[in-house]
């Protein structure tokens, strides 16, 4: 099967994921992935484990209906679910499954999100602001940005775009968006221009963090992911493992932390002289920091530069 799926979403981390999500391979197994998307990573599990059942989440009615002809072959085996990941539990629980083996996340915006013009997630095309992953909410990027407050946008383009000029962007958001509301990709990057100017050789184009940021924040996606990490954990079997993958700094952050802290059998500040938390760890890591791809991977497909891939396993 050619790695490429009709969703033209390259998997990354391929051999990785096979390797963290392990399982004994004539056992039953069932496996939630919460971000579907194209089915890559889904199809390479379901043909590796001929007796695993899935369920695939996604935001994304497209994504869903691609991970649909992609899934095919596995039948009955599988289950698409449109909702978010950080309803995992919930979402297990409707399927009648009470416990998982494995789970799989694979977050952030998939290569159609950002290739297709009309999604607006892109900056290199001229498109309406949309950047929804769930085309049903309310919540656009352009309302976002003609809605919220100076000082919240403020925060959004320091923390989720990591932009140093972040107070001064979101005041010139305001003043522009006071003379003709915010309403396509290009109004955006000629806020970027106006404030941040052209990047320097070597640093990411200014626009791309911009957009990340309000992406970031239009999806909720930080707080998905605490959320989900969580939930997921909540269902996963002792012996069961979870696989995450992350492409910012912020998420994998989120995602080490939950990781080390649920790993650990006290959580007490240092210095202590006795345990008083109360903590007990459910997770044995399995991976010692994050997996990244090869430089043969990257070469292949350069989306896969920025990923991380983090797993662990439930303690019995
Ligand atoms: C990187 S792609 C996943 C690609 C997939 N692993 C594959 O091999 O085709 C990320 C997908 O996660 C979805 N997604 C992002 N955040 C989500 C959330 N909170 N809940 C459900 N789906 C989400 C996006 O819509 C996108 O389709």
Known sequence: MSCVNEFNH??????????????????????IDGTVGGGGHSALLLERYPKMELIGIDRDDMALSAAGRSLNFAGSRVKLVRGCYADIA?????????????????????SPQLDIPERGFSWRNDAVLDMRMDRRSELTAGRWLNR????EMARVFREYGEIKRAGALAKKAVEMREKKPFAMTSDLVALSDAVLGRARAGELPHPTLVFQAVRIAVNDELKQLETGLRSAVSILNPGGRIAVISFHSLEDRIVKNYFRKESSQCVCPPGLPVCCCGHRAQLKLLTKGAITASADEVAENSRSACAKLRAAEKIG
Do not use: M
């Not at 999500?21 to 039953?28: D, M, T, V």
């Not at 919220?148 to 000082?151: G, I, L, V």
């Open 148 to 151: 919220t407050s100076e000082s």
């Open 90 to 110: 919930a979402v297990a629980v409707e399927n009648g499954w009470d416990n998982v083996d494995g789970v799989l996340l694979d977050i952030g915006v998939s």
């Open 10 to 31: 390259i998997p990354v981390l391929k051999d990785a994921v096979l390797q963290v999500l392990k399982f004994a391979p004539s056992q039953p197994l069932r496996l």
